[in-house]
């Protein structure tokens, strides 16, 4: 019985300590290629990450902000709309530069409306 309840808790513990997936943005000028080694890094521990393939390159990186905003949110919504599974725990920003200011605005903005996310 004792057994059992450890091998119940350590099952437990390695759920709990199971890694998010990950959404990334990249940087004003650049594109979602920039994030790919950071990708593949976490790909490698066995957590999902997706660089976003939005707003790329000089022209499109430059698109206001609020217009990018809106893109991710229905971006997320839409992967997470896919795998619910995948996302019932949530999931982690990894952002730079100007992406990571776009997606702290969408995390503001999410967290405004009403939950869940999709």
Do not use: W
């Amino acid at each position: 019985m004792k057994l059992l309840a450890l091998s119940q808790l350590l099952a437990l513990t390695a759920l709990s300590l199971a890694y998010k997936p990950v959404f990334m943005m990249h940087g004003v000028s650049s594109d979602y290629k920039e994030m790919l080694t950071i990708k593949a890094m976490l790909n490698n521990r066995s957590t999902v990450a997706t660089s976003l393939d939005l707003y790329n390159g000089e022209v499109e990186s430059l698109v206001p902000l609020q217009l990018q905003v809106d893109g991710i949110i229905r971006e997320i919504r839409a992967l997470v709309a896919a795998n619910r599974t995948l996302y019932k725990g949530g999931f982690h920003f990894c952002c730079k530069s100007q992406g990571g200011m776009t997606c702290r605005t969408v995390i503001e903005q999410v967290l405004a409306l009403p939950l869940p996310l999709p």
